[in-house]
Structures are given as C-alpha cells and as structure tokens.
C-alpha cells in the first residue's frame, strides 16, 4: 500500500496544527494551580483538569480506536470519567460532579495527554493515502472542538474564581487599566435594505454541522447598529431600574431575575461590595475579569448578560436584538464593527435545524443536532474564542438564562 506522498504536505502540515492547539491547552491551564484545575463552581461548569481529559479522550475515542490498528486505551476507567453527553458510547460520570474527581491526579491526565498525542502524531505519520480521507476530517474536528474547550476552561475558570471572596486574578495584567470616557460615543445605525440572502458556510474549509447548509432567507427592511452596547450603556439602563421595571423583560427572564436576585451584571461590583476590601478599589462600578477586578471602561462591551438581560436592555432601548441571518449578512457591511473578537452576541433566533439539515454520520452525530431546542443562537467570537476559530457562519448557542460565557448584544431595529 502506498504510504501518503502525494499528501504528505498535508499531513504534516495537520501534525503541526495539532501540536499548536494542544500545546495551547496546555498554556491556558499553566497559570492555574493544580487546585484550581479540579474545583466546578457549578453545574454548568467543567473543572480546568476535566477539559484537559475529556478533549484526550474524543481524540482517543472518535479517531484513534477506530482507525490506529492496535491502540490500546491508556485506562478503562476514562471513557466513563471523561465522556460528555455521547449517549452512543455508553455511561459517564454525571456532569454536576466533575468537581469530585480528585483522582485520577492531574500528573496522569498530563500523562494520558501525552500518551495520546503520540499516538495520533505517528497515525497522522503513518496513514495510507487512501485511509486520509477518513481520517482528516476527524482530526480536524477534534481541534475545533478543544477550541471550543478552550475558551471553555477561561469561562469556566473565571466563574469559579468569581466564588472565590478575594476575587483571585486568573492571569495579573500587564499594567493599571485605563478610565475611558465617561460618556459613551453614540451608536450610528446601519441601514439594510432587506431581500433574499445566502445565510450558512459557503465552502470550502471547516464548518459545524449546524452551520449547514448554506440556504435562502428572506430579510425584511432593517437596521443594525455599528457597534456594541458597552458598559456605558448597560450603566444608563441599571442606574434607570431596568433591573426593577417588569415591562422590559420577557415573562421568563423576569421570574428569573427575582428568583436569582439579578441587579446588574455577574461580574460587576457596586462601590459597597464587600468583597472589594481587597483590592483598594474607590467609587464607581468595577468588574472582575480574568485580570482581577478592574474599574469598568464604559466603552468596554458589556459581557456574561443573559438572553434575558439583551432582550430586556434592547426593550428599553426602543429596538431589538437582531435575527442570526440578519448578523450574518451584515458581517461585512461598511461601518459596522466589533463583530468579532469581543463578545459573543446574542441574537433572536431560537436554535433551530437549518432546512435540509442532517448531523454527521457516526459518533459525531451527537456533537450538534441534538441541542436544537430551548436555546438561542449567539454569532461572533469573544475575547477568549482561540484564534483561527471565528468565521462568519459560526452558530453557537446557549441556554436563554445563561450568563457565564463572554456573551453581550448589539441592537436592531425595523425599518
């Protein structure tokens, strides 16, 4: 059998992209102690040792058993204690208790990464030409999803530092933060005139199944707003009770402000926090980020908002939160900006199929077809998305009460 010569750039220029992004796991982790790496601060959240393992185990599980002839597992016990959601491959450890896996110690899933990585560098070094075409895709979406587990350990880091009552720095800036303008510039809007468009990946390169496939859609007149509401904006609306005014907010989202307590942000601090003694902070609202607590930059975006808190501001701004097809034929429209790289922006479309939409065959059909309800479409990337990982037909999607992610909003309106 003829090894892969004809596809040997290609190989090795797939052994080269794996070793970034798996190095780049690893990078994300070093500033933690081995602590920090086990603790779940909540349901929702993954421990920063567990993605370490679970990331392993999807290469072990979805390329390496079954394409590398006589891989052995590194241990029986891990498919059950690092499998996620993939009902397919049989019973996991329950989700919520990630935190209690004290063991296996964070030493052996260094080890079992290591493990793996050879493993699938000398399968990628190995392969047929003819076993290539199998194998690619699998490995190319391995990476994209610890891409995905990495900006996951960021978010997940920060919700479980925020627990902490010193309010602990996962990373210490590089220096002070800055007082931006204390009156954020106006937003300029963006008029769309509506129309058939093309919504979904168009090819080539990479995409999620979700993103498929590329279809017609019917926009009507509108406009889209420039840029981002910032912090100075969300600011106005706190201080103008739209935390305490029943009309802004969609029946659910209201219910779950008074049952959570929500009065501004996640991460914001009030000038009589208590947890603030710490830090020196005087005056004003701070935010605590991965850098620590920070004075809010009023032009900063505003982040970690719920559906419901967009939806709700949107309201009180006399516009809406836009469509998914309206963001995305938008991205490159002259005069907008922040569409990516600084927060995930929630949209008003449910997660739903796309017409035509089938999951990936095999193991994979699990990854995305089976979250399609009771979620909402967020487009863009944030701070904390890899870089290489955004694209304009991206579809990520969080439940409407979710306000862990680097998520925030820009504004819509009809024409």
Not at 133 to 138: F, L, T, W
Request: hydrophobic share 40%; aromatic share 12%; net charge negative.
């Amino acid at each position: 059998m003829n090894l892969i010569q004809p596809a040997a750039p290609a190989a090795e220029e797939l052994r080269e992209r794996f070793r970034a992004v798996r190095a780049h796991t690893l990078e994300l982790a070093a500033p933690l102690s081995a602590e920090d790496q086990c603790i779940q601060s909540m349901p929702d959240a993954s421990p920063t040792k567990w993605h370490l393992a679970h990331t392993t185990w999807f290469f072990e599980t979805v390329l390496l058993q079954p394409h590398a002839s006589g891989y052995r597992l590194f241990d029986q016990r891990f498919p059950y204690l690092f499998n996620s959601y993939y009902e397919a491959l049989g019973p996991r450890h329950p989700r919520p208790q990630r935190g209690l896996l004290t063991r296996p110690a964070l030493d052996e899933v260094h080890a079992y990464r290591r493990h793996v990585d050879e493993a699938v560098l000398a399968l990628l070094g190995t392969a047929s030409e003819a076993d290539w075409p199998a194998i690619e895709p699998v490995v190319t979406l391995g990476l994209h999803h610890e891409q995905q587990h990495q900006e996951l350990i960021l978010t997940d880091i920060l919700h479980a530092l925020s627990c902490n009552p010193v309010l602990p720095a996962y990373r210490p800036a590089s220096g002070p933060a800055l007082r931006l303008a204390s009156v954020p510039p106006p937003v300029r809007w963006i008029e769309r005139p509506g129309g058939v468009v093309e919504a979904g990946h168009p090819g080539p390169g990479f995409a999620f199944d979700n993103e498929t496939p590329r279809h017609a859609t019917l926009l009507r007149p509108h406009a889209i707003a420039d840029r981002l509401v910032n912090c100075g904006d969300y600011a106005q609306f706190i201080a103008d009770g739209g935390y305490q005014r029943p009309d802004l907010w969609l029946s659910d989202g209201w219910a779950t402000v008074q049952a959570q307590g929500w009065r501004c942000p996640p991460y914001w601090l009030g000038p009589d926090d208590p947890r603030l003694v710490h830090h020196g902070a005087a005056g004003g609202w701070q935010v605590f980020g991965l850098h620590g607590v920070r004075p809010m930059e009023p032009e900063a975006p505003v982040a970690h908002l719920s559906f419901y808190e967009a939806a709700a501001y949107a309201e009180w701004a006399g516009a809406r939160l836009p469509t998914e097809f309206e963001w995305e034929a938008a991205h490159d429209a002259p005069g907008i900006s922040q569409m990516h790289g600084q927060v995930w922006q929630w949209t008003r479309s449910s997660y739903d199929p796309y017409p035509g939409f089938r999951p990936l065959a095999g193991v994979a059909a699990e990854y995305n077809g089976k979250f399609m309800v009771g979620q909402i479409v967020l487009r863009g990337s944030s701070v904390a998305t890899p870089a290489g990982h955004a694209r304009p037909s991206y579809r990520n999607f969080f439940p409407p009460a979710a306000r862990w992610q680097f998520s925030g909003l820009r504004l819509a309106k009809d024409l």
